[in-house]
């Protein structure tokens, strides 16, 4: 399986904003974690990381092009609000999963809407660098239907 893991706005202060919430390790240290899952399982795996929403709508855009079977979308807060993001989902055939690394139900109200879901193939939150790893697994089952 190849597969795109895309992080968004603010993802790359992993590990060196709100320690509490999101662990101390960096986004790099995570990134290397889930390379290694992929590797171990025979999957490869290409990572993203922007602020800049519209270059994120462009990775979804290119993702098929790109021969990618799916995406691991962790949009931060983007993903309560951002309908350019919600609607780059929709517009394209590669299943994206929507992933974040705290409980997004057990923080601030406006965390608990997400514009994402309802396009997304599924949504795994609350397990640190494991919802990415449950995504994964998550979308092998639904490409191997």
Sequence with gaps: MKILVINGVNLNLTGKREKGVYGSETLDELNAKIAAYCQKNGDEVAFYQSNIEGELVNQLHAAKEAGYDCVLLNAGAFTHYSYALRDAVAAISVPVAEVHMSNVHAREEFRKESVL?????????????????????????????
């Design 117 to 145: 879901s309802s396009v997304c193939k599924g949504t795994v939150f609350g397990f640190g660098v494991g919802s990415y790893l449950g995504a994964i697994e998550g979308l092998r089952v639904l490409l191997a239907k």
